[in-house]
């Protein structure tokens, strides 16, 4: 079955420096997203990306936050600054189709933590 | 979006059949139920999804009565595996294109 694929699985950072999450989505995928669950919380929906855009982000996607497809299989998340509450796990996920209703495919995370 | 009521948690031991119920009073003509399934650290995972009436796949099934304004989850025969968490969403995919998590039902399953 295929797999969306996520690097790094766990990142330590300092606050204020700048990370960078990856994610391999399924090769025949055309709409990205990422969401975030901080640890007990509710799975929070982040942005959407399709054709090298944004198609929609929510208030927690601020500027701050940057998404990129830099070659036609990685899908990233930059946080530039990072703070102690974007500590959470975060998820990529990718669909053939847009629509909700046709199921997403999420990757296994990355737990960022910042100390 | 139509809000979606589950509970928080349940129980039940291996072999046993488990239901879970989500009450979705103001759901929408073009509204579709769809249900995810998330294990500790790891992503949430697509389960089923339906508009009315029966669906049923390798996993499970999903019961829809006429008003919609319910649906309910079932997983035949659980074993340990299958302690989770589980999301009813409802939403309309031809306008809505993010997925909105609540809270979910962790269900347990002892042996």
């Known amino acids: 079955e295929p797999e969306v694929t996520q690097t790094p699985s766990h990142q330590v950072t300092q606050m204020g420096q700048e990370v960078i999450l990856r994610c391999v989505p399924i090769s025949n995928h055309l709409y990205f997203y990422w969401y975030r669950q901080i640890l007990g919380q509710k799975v929070e929906f982040l942005v959407s990306?399709?054709?090298?855009?944004?198609?929609?982000k929510s208030e927690i996607f601020d500027d701050q936050f940057s998404v990129e497809r830099p070659d036609g299989s990685n899908f990233t998340l930059k946080i530039r600054s990072t703070k102690l509450e974007d500590s959470a796990m975060y998820f990529c996920a990718s669909s053939e189709v847009q629509q909700t209703n046709y199921g997403y495919t999420f990757g296994s995370g990355t737990r960022l933590t910042v100390v | 979006l139509a809000k979606t009521t589950q509970p928080i948690s349940m129980d039940s031991y291996e072999g046993q059949e488990v239901n879970i119920t989500c009450s979705h009073n103001?759901?929408?003509?073009?509204?579709?139920i769809t249900w995810y399934q998330q294990f500790p650290s790891q992503g949430p995972r697509f389960i089923i999804q339906?508009?009315?009436t029966k669906v049923t796949n390798e996993v499970a099934s999903l019961f829809i009565p006429a008003d919609r304004k319910s649906s309910t989850l079932s997983l035949p025969r659980v074993s340990l595996s299958d302690t989770a968490v589980y999301y009813c969403?409802?939403?309309?995919?031809?306008?809505?294109?993010?997925?909105?998590f609540g809270a979910g039902t962790t269900v347990t399953v002892r042996a």
């Open positions: 990306f399709y054709n090298n855009e944004i198609s929609e």
């Open positions: 103001n759901i929408a003509t073009n509204d579709y």
């Open positions: 339906g508009y009315k």
């Open positions: 969403l409802v939403g309309d995919s031809s306008n809505d294109y993010k997925l909105s």
